[in-house]
């Protein structure tokens, strides 16, 4: 099976880095698009035959190789966009970090059959979206949210240092959020995946329907669908 390590050893909590390559000490130009090859025994020689590739692809690559310090790149890029996405999914914060080390421990037990056939963010969000579903199946009617006044993964309400608003602006505008967070939350839960992978992530129709593992026109429809129930819902806002 390789080198097969613990999950203590992978990182995922900020309170257990992975030992090789510690989250500060991370070079910036590790997140360059630019391929960063090596000479580390156990890279494939024929690393550059997959240069073309995106970096993250690339990168594990690098992990089903045994390269541990690929992962630890892909963990500390990856891991604040995935439990944003789990959180707004799942409403929980604490639910949200428990599924997103779920996520990476998945991610790290199947490198060694990983094939980069689609964008590695494809492929991750497929995971946290099942799991998120998942969850959201199982605890439909046990679930707890978190309280919206300590909702700040989303970055919904943002202020600009210079420019703060007003009390009351921010009340409006944070009781506006709230109400759009409660809006897409309501909906079923296929459909807000599809709208938090389209909205705040940014993902392509293609990419979402692989990560739901249907048709790109069953994605327009969910989302054409999600849209007309919001559209109706926060008609108040025009």
């Known amino acids: 099976m390789g080198n097969t390590r613990g999950p203590e050893e992978l990182g995922v909590r900020h309170t257990?880095?992975?030992?090789?390559?510690?989250?500060?000490?991370?070079?910036?130009?590790?997140?360059?698009?630019?391929?960063?090859?090596?000479?580390?025994?156990?890279?494939?020689?024929?690393?550059?035959?997959?240069?073309?590739?995106?970096?993250?692809?690339?990168?594990?690559?690098?992990?089903?190789?045994?390269?541990?310090?690929?992962?630890?790149?892909?963990?500390?890029?990856?891991?604040?966009?995935?439990?944003?996405?789990?959180?707004?999914?799942?409403?929980?914060?604490?639910?949200?970090?428990?599924?997103a080390q779920e996520v990476f421990l998945r991610v790290y037990r199947s490198r060694e059959t990983y094939e980069p056939t689609a964008k590695f963010t494809t492929w991750l969000f497929r995971i946290a979206t099942h799991l998120a579903l998942n969850w959201i199946r199982d605890n439909r009617n046990t679930r707890n949210q978190d309280s919206l006044d300590e909702q700040?993964?989303?970055?919904?309400?943002?202020?600009?240092?210079?420019r703060l608003p007003s009390v009351e602006q921010r009340m409006v505008r944070e009781s506006r959020m709230a109400e759009i967070r409660q809006a897409i939350e309501s909906l079923p839960a296929k459909q807000r995946a599809a709208v938090?992978?389209?909205?705040?992530?940014?993902?392509?129709?293609?990419?979402?329907?692989?990560?739901?593992?249907?048709?790109?026109?069953?994605?327009?429809?969910?989302?054409?669908?999600?849209?007309?129930?919001?559209?109706?819902?926060?008609?108040?806002?025009?």
């Open 16 to 99: 257990v880095p992975v030992p090789t390559v510690p989250a500060a000490s991370v070079p910036a130009a590790a997140f360059s698009d630019t391929p960063q090859h090596s000479d580390e025994p156990g890279v494939p020689t024929d690393m550059a035959a997959v240069a073309t590739l995106e970096f993250d692809s690339e990168l594990m690559l690098r992990v089903r190789a045994g390269d541990q310090a690929s992962f630890s790149l892909l963990l500390e890029k990856h891991r604040t966009p995935v439990i944003h996405f789990l959180y707004r999914m799942v409403q929980n914060q604490a639910v949200a970090e428990e599924l």
């Open 152 to 162: 700040v993964l989303d970055g919904a309400v943002r202020q600009v240092a210079d």
């Open 196 to 238: 938090l992978m389209h909205k705040y992530e940014e993902l392509e129709y293609a990419q979402i329907a692989k990560v739901l593992e249907c048709s790109e026109s069953a994605v327009k429809s969910l989302l054409f669908r999600a849209y007309e129930t919001l559209r109706g819902r926060l008609s108040h806002f025009a």
